[in-house]
């Protein structure tokens, strides 16, 4: 027996298998991204009967993409509750909704979610009376702008804990009950392509949403058979407050997108990704960091990318 062909096919076979492997992930996630993005904005579901509810209700709704789902979800009829820190952006919000979608009614929830605890028992008194078909979990704060762990203050910390953390946990548990009653219910949580590595400079955040990533898909399984709809956005930049701290990630482009265009992406997902970016060149971003690109590269490219910003953030100042 020739001992060097023998190893010679079973090293092609193995190649063979790696390539095929490679090839069917590869078919796999262009199916999966025609779905999310291209057949899913066929659908013209209404919103208040496939998910049992006429009230959507959205945190962090001043601005960026909590202000851009409401927009769009008053949009396709949802009556919306908004829930933020400052009464006057959320008046702005309220009349802005009201002038685009006549029809469409609008509620007022001013909390600091910062505050923790204390802040639930007020907006469980709010949603007593409201049939929630949609709640979209989107406050969240970031270190702005990236900085060393050491350099966060106290505050910082505690904000990412009770307003990325807790926030998340401590809605959902106030609207599941009636939806899972109900059979039928969407919770949208926004994590971000963060989640995928550790990220220096932006431990805390990138943390906090692993946090949001894990709880989300765990209750997805756990609600599978309830009728209920858990989704997880993991968006990369976006041009928002929250990432204006460098042109690099504000100015918008191909890769950062506005929040309404994003948001326009994102939204009709909903029921046909349980886990998406929500707009597919972030999309293509999210997979070669997680399938492509080992764990030390990511790693190493993070730590790089979010020293470039800080230095780029001190010359904007």
Same mark, same amino acid.
């Given at each position: ?15 063979? !298998?790696? !390539? ?58 949802? %009556? ?78 505690? %904000?990412?804990? %009770?307003?990325? !953390? ?89 890769? !950062? ?61």
């Amino acid at each position: 027996m020739n001992w060097r062909l023998w190893f010679k096919d079973i090293l092609a076979f193995l190649g063979l !298998v790696w !390539v095929a492997r490679w090839v069917l992930y590869i078919v796999l996630d262009v199916v999966a991204a025609l779905r999310k993005f291209v057949w899913a904005r066929l659908s013209n579901d209404n919103l208040a009967i496939k998910y049992g509810g006429k009230w959507a209700v959205v945190t962090g709704c001043t601005d960026g993409i909590g202000k851009e789902y409401a927009r769009q979800l008053a949009q396709r009829g949802m %009556n919306i509750l908004l829930i933020a820190r400052n009464i006057s952006k959320l008046n702005d919000v309220s009349q802005l909704i009201k002038e685009e979608s006549p029809g469409v009614e609008t509620g007022i929830i001013q909390v600091d979610f910062s505050h923790g605890r204390d802040v639930y028992p007020k907006i469980a008194a709010h949603l007593t009376d409201k049939d929630v078909g949609i709640l979209v979990n989107n406050v969240g704060v970031s270190l702005y702008p990236p900085k060393k762990f050491m350099d966060a203050s106290e505050e910082d910390i505690w %904000n990412h804990v %009770n307003i990325n !953390v807790a926030s998340v946990v401590a809605m959902t548990r106030l609207v599941l009950a009636k939806m899972v009653a109900r059979g039928r219910g969407a919770i949208i949580n926004i994590a971000s392509v963060a989640s995928s590595c550790p990220g220096p400079y932006l431990g805390i955040y990138s943390a906090s949403k692993v946090f949001v990533d894990f709880f989300s898909e765990s209750l997805s399984v756990e609600c599978g058979r309830t009728g209920i709809t858990v989704q997880t956005i993991r968006p990369s930049y976006i041009s928002t407050n929250m990432t204006n701290f460098s042109h690099y990630t504000s100015n918008t482009n191909w890769l !950062v997108p506005s929040a309404t265009t994003f948001v326009s992406s994102a939204l009709p997902t909903l029921g046909h990704a349980g886990r998406t970016t929500g707009f597919w060149p972030h999309g293509i971003q999210a997979f070669l960091m997680d399938a492509v690109f080992p764990h030390w590269f990511n790693f190493v490219w993070t730590d790089l990318w979010h020293k470039f910003l800080l230095k780029d953030s001190k010359k904007q100042q």
